[in-house]
């Protein structure tokens, strides 16, 4: 035991001593309106909430840097593409997919120019930007009292069968406040006619905005009080994903990506639910039972997702695990010189998702897939189409949740001897690195066929992202982040690895050695090795809940609201993923009895009226604090 340890060790009994004795203060019901304080701890004041914070600070100054650093500031380049909600017809070229499109807005020369390629031939189509106007009754889809501005007509690009392209001055219309682009028929309104659709995401659209000199608009609508910012953007963001139903079968994006289950879930959660619960929704409603497979989905947590259309949605699917939606500010499609549509970024391969691909249309796409009353998928009918003030918000959610910047591991010592020489590996004999770069200081914008579908032959077939202009090519699946990995299984996109080991044990077998992308790779790594490397991403793990719970217990502890008792349950959950993802290995004790200390705090202050967590809290981060002592011998940085 270190000396600190010891330290705290000892004053830490009075402390447990009190709490304990409160609670049961508490259970025997101490008159209403008397407040339960611990006469030994010093109590923090409650500050009162600051102003609104920016609660995506890091993410958008992550963004903005790459997006200068890419030049997008001065030549911006966005994909267009088909989109199942919002898309008025489906037009295919000669090799059955629909087309790919992309236009730039030239700061330079105010000049607008887009190519579309793959489509059928003889199309006769124009441009148009379209910037959403809020209001009663209206929808994220182009409708009489929005903002259009024509920008001209395609013309055909000659020897290119299906290929066509624009090229206009727009002068100061290239400053026009774009929510999205669309490519019309020609002579129809954007309002009438849809043929390819791209949305600007929320962060374009701030960094376009602040460089004339403008706000983001205003916020309207419910905001939730139990997520950990004062930003009234992701509260609002917050509300809609927990809560709202978008009229449809009753599922809400949480009945998937729960808040306690680090924004995921798995079969063993699934089985605790009620019959009642909206996931099963399928199970009672004949209109909707061919929406899951019931089996796969209580059995091994796989949903179904028609991914390469809805034209045959009960044949023509697959079968794939959730993933969890944190740090999607580091894997999402930011300006990355992938000029064509649908960005290969969100979801397990990035196909299927709607217009561009991304996350701001990425949530319609989900409203459309899994919050459907019938299997026709009528928009408007089946389900309430979002407005762009919801896709803004939800957008704004899924960017504050999880990392908001890439972490130094280089520098980063864990004191597990298992974990430091599984950093080793990790960056040298395993290779990972050359793959899962959110490791190394790099944002992710990868994917690969490493051969993961074949472990599930049973599965209906899923060929992963299919061949896109970029040239990444059929059967490739993203590269996910790892920080969160282990206390998130089953991994990978079929849920065939039960847990970190196994994903680790993969990389040596022989279905990752001859599939395309490990035929490249001979990674050797004896039984112990394994371990050491799955050891390191469960301390990096447990580190980085260490830092989501202290966020949330910062926040309870500077905020009063009644939406601290849902953030301490949330905060309660991840301590307890930590506490497992170690001591499932055995690894680190002394950061497991630290962080036993902080979930027994944060329950004993769940139990207690807000107006006494403060110094709950105060406790708490103190034991966070000596937890992430235990797991690191040397971090510089002082991250997590
Ligand atoms: C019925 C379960 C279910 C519901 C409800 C659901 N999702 Fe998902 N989500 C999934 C599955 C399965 C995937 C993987 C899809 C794929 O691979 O294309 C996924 C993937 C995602 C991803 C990609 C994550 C990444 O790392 O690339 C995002 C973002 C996402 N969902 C957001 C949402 C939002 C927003 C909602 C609500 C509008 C929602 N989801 C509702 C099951 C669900
Ligand atoms: C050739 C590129 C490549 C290399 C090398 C690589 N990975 Fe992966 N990794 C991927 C891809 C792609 C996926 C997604 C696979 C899928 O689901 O089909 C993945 C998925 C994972 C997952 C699952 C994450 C989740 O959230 O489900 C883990 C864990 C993982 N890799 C760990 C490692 C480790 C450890 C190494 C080094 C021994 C490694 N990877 C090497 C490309 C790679």
Same mark, same amino acid.
């Given at each position: 035991?270190?000396?600190?340890?010891?330290?705290?060790?000892?004053?830490?009994?009075?402390?447990?001593?009190?709490?304990?004795?409160?609670?049961?203060?508490?259970?025997?019901?101490?008159?209403?309106?008397?407040?339960?304080?611990?006469? $030994?701890?010093?109590?923090?004041?409650?500050?009162?909430?600051?102003?609104?914070?920016?609660?995506?600070?890091?993410?958008?100054?992550?963004?903005?840097?790459?997006?200068?650093?890419?030049?997008?500031?001065?030549?911006?380049?966005?994909?267009?593409?088909?989109?199942?909600?919002?898309?008025?017809?489906?037009?295919?070229?000669?090799?059955?997919?629909?087309?790919?499109?992309?236009?730039?807005?030239?700061?330079?020369?105010?000049?607008?120019?887009?190519?579309?390629?793959?489509?059928?031939?003889?199309?006769?189509?124009?441009?148009?930007?379209?910037?959403?106007?809020?209001?009663?009754?209206?929808?994220?889809?182009?409708?009489?009292?929005?903002?259009?501005?024509?920008?001209?007509?395609?013309?055909?690009?000659?020897?290119?069968?299906?290929?066509?392209?624009?090229?206009?001055?727009?002068?100061?219309?290239?400053?026009?406040?774009?929510?999205?682009?669309?490519?019309?028929?020609?002579?129809?309104?954007?309002?009438?006619?849809?043929?390819?659709?791209?949305?600007?995401?929320?962060?374009?659209?701030?960094?376009?905005?602040?460089?004339?000199?403008?706000?983001?608009?205003?916020?309207?609508?419910?905001?939730?009080?139990?997520? $950990?910012?004062?930003?009234?953007?992701?509260?609002?963001?917050?509300?809609?994903?927990?809560?709202?139903?978008?009229?449809?079968?009753?599922?809400?994006?949480?009945?998937?990506?729960?808040?306690?289950?680090?924004?995921?879930?798995?079969?063993?959660?699934?089985?605790?639910?009620?019959?009642?619960?909206?996931?099963?929704?399928?199970?009672?409603?004949?209109?909707?039972?061919?929406?899951?497979?019931?089996?796969?989905?209580?059995?091994?947590?796989?949903?179904?997702?028609?991914?390469?259309?809805? $034209?045959?949605?009960?044949?023509?699917?697959?079968?794939?695990?959730?993933?969890?939606?944190?740090?999607?500010?580091?894997?999402?499609?930011?300006?990355?010189?992938?000029?064509?549509?649908?960005?290969?970024?969100?979801?397990?391969?990035?196909?299927?998702?709607?217009?561009?691909?991304?996350?701001?249309?990425?949530?319609?796409?989900?409203?459309?897939?899994?919050?459907?009353?019938?299997?026709?998928?009528?928009?408007?009918?089946?389900?309430?189409?979002?407005?762009?003030?919801?896709?803004?918000?939800?957008?704004?959610?899924?960017?504050?949740?999880?990392?908001?910047?890439?972490?130094?591991?280089?520098?980063?010592?864990?004191?597990?001897?298992?974990?430091?020489?599984?950093?080793?590996?990790?960056?040298?004999?395993?290779?990972?690195?050359?793959?899962?770069?959110?490791?190394?200081?790099?944002?992710?914008?990868?994917?690969?066929?490493?051969?993961?579908?074949?472990?599930?032959?049973?599965?209906?077939?899923?060929?992963?992202?299919? $061949?896109?202009?970029?040239?990444?090519?059929?059967?490739?699946?993203?590269?996910?982040?790892?920080?969160?990995?282990?206390?998130?299984?089953?991994?990978?996109?079929?849920?065939?690895?039960?847990?970190?080991?196994?994903?680790?044990?993969?990389?040596?077998?022989?279905?990752?050695?001859?599939?395309?992308?490990?035929?490249?790779?001979?990674?050797?790594?004896?039984?112990?090795?394994?371990?050491?490397?799955?050891?390191?991403?469960?301390?990096?793990?447990?580190?980085?809940?260490?830092?989501?719970?202290?966020?949330?217990?910062?926040?309870?502890?500077?905020?009063?609201?009644?939406?601290?008792?849902?953030?301490?349950?949330?905060?309660?959950?991840?301590?307890?993923?930590?506490?497992?993802?170690?001591?499932?290995?055995?690894?680190?004790?002394?950061?497991?009895?630290?962080?036993?200390?902080?979930?027994?705090?944060?329950?004993?202050?769940?139990?207690?009226?807000?107006?006494?967590?403060?110094?709950?809290?105060?406790?708490?981060?103190?034991?966070?604090?000596?937890?992430?002592?235990?797991?690191?011998?040397?971090?510089?940085?002082?991250?997590?």
């Amino acid at each position: 035991m270190r000396k600190t340890d010891a330290l705290l060790h000892n004053a830490r009994s009075p402390f447990f001593a009190v709490l304990a004795s409160m609670t049961v203060a508490a259970c025997g019901g101490a008159p209403a309106g008397t407040d339960i304080v611990p006469s $030994e701890i010093n109590v923090a004041s409650s500050e009162a909430a600051a102003t609104t914070e920016d609660g995506l600070a890091d993410a958008y100054a992550t963004f903005k840097t790459a997006l200068i650093n890419d030049g997008f500031d001065q030549f911006f380049t966005m994909g267009i593409g088909f989109h199942p909600a919002l898309s008025t017809e489906k037009v295919v070229g000669a090799s059955g997919q629909t087309p790919s499109a992309a236009v730039t807005l030239d700061f330079t020369t105010t000049n607008v120019r887009s190519t579309i390629i793959g489509g059928p031939a003889n199309l006769q189509l124009d441009l148009w930007f379209v910037k959403n106007v809020a209001g009663s009754g209206r929808t994220v889809r182009p409708e009489t009292g929005d903002l259009l501005f024509k920008v001209g007509s395609f013309q055909p690009i000659s020897g290119e069968v299906g290929s066509y392209s624009i090229s206009k001055d727009v002068g100061t219309n290239i400053n026009f406040d774009l929510d999205m682009v669309v490519v019309t028929r020609r002579g129809q309104s954007p309002t009438a006619s849809r043929v390819l659709v791209g949305s600007r995401t929320l962060f374009e659209k701030r960094f376009f905005r602040e460089k004339l000199g403008k706000t983001l608009d205003p916020v309207t609508g419910t905001l939730a009080n139990n997520v $950990e910012t004062t930003d009234a953007l992701v509260e609002r963001g917050a509300q809609l994903f927990f809560n709202e139903t978008f009229g449809g079968n009753g599922r809400t994006c949480g009945t998937c990506h729960r808040a306690e289950r680090s924004l995921t879930i798995d079969a063993a959660f699934i089985a605790t639910l009620p019959q009642s619960d909206p996931l099963f929704v399928f199970e009672t409603n004949p209109a909707l039972a061919q929406l899951e497979d019931s089996t796969l989905l209580r059995q091994r947590g796989l949903i179904r997702e028609n991914l390469d259309g809805f $034209e045959d949605p009960t044949h023509k699917f697959v079968e794939r695990g959730i993933p969890h939606t944190l740090s999607l500010s580091l894997t999402d499609g930011r300006p990355n010189g992938i000029e064509f549509s649908p960005q290969l970024q969100l979801g397990w391969s990035g196909d299927g998702a709607p217009g561009r691909g991304t996350l701001n249309e990425f949530s319609f796409g989900a409203i459309f897939q899994h919050f459907t009353k019938t299997l026709s998928r009528r928009p408007g009918v089946d389900f309430r189409i979002p407005t762009q003030e919801e896709l803004d918000s939800l957008e704004a959610f899924q960017m504050f949740t999880g990392r908001q910047k890439t972490n130094n591991i280089d520098n980063l010592v864990p004191r597990e001897a298992r974990a430091s020489n599984g950093k080793a590996l990790f960056f040298n004999q395993g290779q990972c690195q050359a793959c899962h770069n959110d490791l190394a200081s790099t944002t992710i914008d990868n994917n690969f066929d490493t051969g993961v579908r074949n472990l599930t032959p049973e599965l209906p077939v899923d060929d992963g992202a299919a $061949e896109d202009p970029g040239g990444r090519g059929q059967g490739t699946f993203n590269v996910p982040p790892l920080l969160e990995a282990a206390d998130t299984a089953p991994l990978f996109h079929n849920n065939a690895a039960a847990d970190i080991e196994a994903a680790v044990a993969f990389y040596v077998s022989d279905t990752f050695r001859n599939s395309p992308a490990g035929a490249g790779f001979n990674i050797v790594l004896t039984a112990s090795q394994q371990t050491d490397l799955a050891a390191f991403l469960r301390v990096l793990n447990a580190a980085e809940n260490v830092r989501q719970v202290r966020k949330r217990v910062d926040f309870v502890r500077t905020h009063r609201s009644s939406g601290n008792t849902s953030l301490l349950t949330a905060a309660i959950a991840d301590t307890g993923d930590a506490i497992n993802v170690l001591s499932a290995k055995g690894l680190n004790a002394a950061a497991v009895s630290e962080l036993r200390d902080v979930k027994q705090t944060l329950e004993i202050a769940k139990g207690n009226a807000d107006a006494n967590r403060p110094s709950f809290m105060q406790h708490a981060l103190t034991f966070l604090n000596l937890a992430k002592g235990e797991l690191f011998s040397a971090n510089p940085d002082n991250q997590f």
